[in-house]
Structure formats: structure tokens, C-alpha cells
């Protein structure tokens, strides 16, 4: 039978609270993360029904947000309805499915742990009951109480001071929950959706990426930058909110923000741009287990692969006198820095057929043309590249400096690189005679 939340007023519980923090025999938690000074927090024994799950939670986000839309619900429908017991019954569900979810050997699920060893750390909640940090196990300790698995007639929660703000339970929630060699990650979307939200409400940037561990202040607008990729192709599909159809491509959304960044005084191209990335989304599996890796060069040459792409589409007559087709090689543009002549209309229509498996392969089959270019001709510059290598280290050479007893070996080592020279050079010749 699964567990039915029942909730009690915020005035009983916080009674009940202060009265079981002062009761005998009564411990206390020596707490840092509240306003970075110790706190010696009152813990509490209290029914396990008195707590309740805190709405503003950021592990839950995702799954809040795509409930509200799917139940016609406006976007307040969990922040108004903590005192509420049907909203507080969803959040249950909720994080009863996260507390069965572990990640490799190192996160072992929540209600594994509770099953083996029970209740070891206190909850964290505020003076009210609403529980900051241990939500997930207060919901595992609950069902599996009601399911048999094992037994929790009360739950052990450290009190926060009645003044704790709202600020102060989204910086405790932040350094709580980041602690990543023990603690199931957010997932992406989620990690996400929390930045934004701690930026909205103007939380340093420096702050924000230190705590969630991030390795720079650029990673911490990439995120929100993906995030918005994601939510727009999520409307263009009429999926809003759906985030299971993204959570497991975030380095796609990344670069294909990062390609959409770069478009900005084309407003052609970047949609043209936003199109691919929603075509590689729709069937990422097409593209290989690295599907972003066929978004990643439009970061810093979409003019060029565009005006591939419209080749190959036969989407412009002056592209090509000839039409292409799948066993057809692949059409290129005589000038690739040019601008195709083609409208990056044309190019996003071709691009929307959501079912559009050629327009895929023709995508896979232009970007691995142009890395196969780019290679080459990276390849064909290698020699300079060399050549001035050498020149240069040479010219760093001052025998004056060097030590009496090296200079027969550096005599030895110049000879070499002097005979190495000798025969690029008469190589060269040969090559440019014929």
C-alpha cells in the first residue's frame, strides 16, 4: 500500500518542533553551512508524518515542471501548494522514485542505504517542518515503513533558527546537494534550471560556479545556454517540458548553443543553424553515440557547411547543374567561403521534416566531408608548420651560453639536422620541377 501524506498545520508542527528540540536528553547538530558560522542546531525525534517536502526543491525541477503543463496546472501550481496535501502527495512519488536510484559502485540508492542501516544523519528542515535537505530519504523512510521493507516509527530532524530566509535554504540546498563523489547528481536539465534560477535571483556567478563545481564562469552560461537550445527545440516539437527527450543530450544542446551564439548578426543562418540542431536531436542515434560531434564544427564554419548543405540538397540551381542523390558523391561549392545563393529558408524547410531520414544522412554526410577537408588541408600545412618549428628553435641556439663539454655533441646534433636539410631540400626541388 503505498504511503498517503497527511499534512499537519505549519503552527502544530513548528509546536511539536521547538517542544521535541527541547525535550531531555535532547542532542545537538555542530552545522557550517548555514551563513558560513557554526550553528549548533537542535535535533528533534518527531512522528515520521510531521515533516513536509520542500516544493523549491532543484532535484525535482524537471519532473515538477513537466507535471504542471501535462495536468494543465499554471507554473505555481508546486511553489502555492506545500501546505497542500495533494501536491505534497506528487512530490512524494516523486522523490520515491529518485530514493531508488543510485549511479555506478560509488551512490548507492537512498533507500538502500536506509533498508541496511537506517537512519544515520539527522534531516535538515526549518523551524516549520519543511524539510531542506533529506527529502529523499524522509520519502524512502516512509514508504518503506508502509510497504514492510523496513520500520521507522519516528525521524530525527536538525532544527534551523526560525530567521533561516529563503535565501539561506537555496545556498544550504546548493552546497548540500553538489557534493558529487556522494551524491546522485541533478542531471543536466536540472543543474541547469537551478543556475538559472540562482541568477534570476542574483546570486554571484563566482559563487555559483564554486559550488556546483564548475570548471569555469564561461560553463556557468553554457548551461543556461543549452537550456534554452533545449527548451526551444522542446516547442518546436510541442513537447515543452518533456526534458526525458534531452536529459541524456546535453553536449549536443551545449554545442549547438554555442554554434547559435556565434550566428547573431545573421538571423538567416541561425535559425537555418537551429534547424540541423533540431534534426540531429529528433534521431541522435543516427549519428553514432557521439551525435554532437555533427554539431560541433557548426560553431565556427556554419557558413560553409550551410552552403554545403544547400548544395547537396539541390536547393539552389546555380549550386549545381546536376541533381543529387544518395549514390551520388558528395556536391560541393566551388567557393566555400562564399555565401550560398540558395535562402537559408529554403535550407530550414528541407531541414524540418522531422521524419526526414535523407536530410540526417545528407547532415552526417556533409560535416564528415568537411572534417575530412579540414584534415587534409591541416595535413597539407604541417610542413610549414614544421619547417618553421625548426627555424625557429634553431635560432634559439647560443653557443656562447652553451657549457665547453656539450659543444661536440651539439656539433653532432647540427650536422644532422644539416644533412635532414640537405635532403628536404633537393626533395623540394623534385617536387617543384615536376
Known amino acids: ?32 553551512n548555514f551563513r558560513d558560522t557554526l550553528e549548533r542546531l537542535p535535533i528533534a525525534r518527531v512522528p515520521l508524518n510531521l515533516p513536509i517536502y520542500r516544493m523549491a526543491n532543484f532535484r525535482t525541477q524537471r519532473q515538477q ?12 501550481f508546486f511553489e502555492n501548494g506545500e501546505e497542500d496535501d495533494t501536491v505534497q502527495q506528487i512530490q512524494h512519488d516523486f522523490l520515491w522514485q529518485l530514493a531508488q536510484e543510485g549511479q555506478g559502485e560509488s551512490i548507492v540508492p537512498v533507500s538502500t542505504v536506509l533498508e541496511q542501516d537506517g537512519q544515520k544523519l539527522p534531516l535538515l528542515v526549518t523551524a516549520s517542518g519543511v524539510v531542506v535537505n533529506g527529502n529523499r530519504r524522509l520519502a524512502a523512510m516512509r514508504e518503506m515503513s508502509e ?8 525521524v530525527d530532524v536538525a532544527v534551523l533558527p526560525e530567521y533561516a530566509n529563503e535565501e539561506d535554504l537555496i545556498r544550504i540546498e546548493v552546497r548540500e546537494q553538489m557534493q558529487r563523489e556522494t551524491k546522485l547528481p541533478y542531471g ?23 559550488e556546483m563545481h564548475l570548471s569555469s564562469l564561461t560553463e556557468v552560461d553554457d548551461k543556461v545556454g543549452a537550456l534554452e537550445a533545449a527548451e526551444t527545440y522542446l516547442a518546436d516539437r510541442n513537447e515543452i517540458e518533456n526534458w526525458d527527450l534531452v536529459e541524456s543530450q546535453e553536449q549536443l544542446f551545449k554545442d549547438g548553443y554555442k554554434a547559435l551564439k556565434n550566428r547573431t548578426s545573421n538571423a538567416g543562418e541561425r535559425e537555418a543553424v537551429r534547424a540541423v540542431l533540431h534534426t540531429i536531436a529528433d534521431k541522435p ?19 560553409q557547411l550551410l552552403a554545403m548543405l544547400v548544395a547537396q540538397l539541390g536547393l539552389d540551381a546555380k549550386a549545381s547543374t546536376t541533381t543529387p542523390s544518395d549514390e551520388e558523391g558528395l556536391i560541393i561549392p566551388p567557393d566555400l567561403a562564399g555565401a550560398p545563393t540558395a535562402t537559408m529558408t529554403n535550407l530550414k524547410e528541407a531541414l524540418a521534416d522531422v521524419n526526414g531520414d535523407r536530410v540526417r544522412a545528407t547532415i552526417k554526410l556533409v560535416v564528415d566531408k568537411f572534417k575530412e577537408q579540414k584534415n587534409q588541408q591541416q595535413a597539407g600545412e604541417q610542413a610549414l608548420a614544421h619547417a618553421r618549428k625548426a627555424n625557429a628553435e634553431v635560432n634559439l641556439i647560443d653557443l656562447s651560453a652553451a657549457r665547453t663539454d656539450t659543444l661536440p655533441e651539439v656539433a653532432e646534433q647540427l650536422e644532422i639536422v644539416a644533412r635532414r636539410c640537405a635532403f628536404l631540400l633537393e626533395q623540394l626541388r623534385t617536387v617543384t620541377k615536376s
Open 188 to 210: 543536466w536539465v536540472n543543474d541547469a534550471l537551478a543556475i538559472r534560477k540562482l541568477q534570476l535571483r542574483n546570486f554571484d556567478k563566482s559563487w555559483i560556479k564554486d
Open 65 to 76: 515542471r513537466h507535471y504542471a503543463r501535462s495536468h494543465g496546472h499554471d507554473e505555481t
Open 147 to 154: 510497504r514492510g521493507i523496513r520500520y521507522f516509527a519516528y
Open 1 to 32: 500500500m503505498p504511503y498517503r501524506v497527511v499534512v499537519e498545520s505549519p503552527v502544530d508542527r513548528e509546536r511539536d518542533l521547538a517542544a521535541a528540540g527541547k525535550a531531555e536528553g535532547a542532542q545537538h547538530l555542530s552545522y557550517y
Open 285 to 303: 542515434r543516427e549519428f553514432g553515440r557521439r551525435s554532437y560531434d555533427y554539431m560541433a564544427p557548426f560553431k565556427d564554419n556554419a557558413h
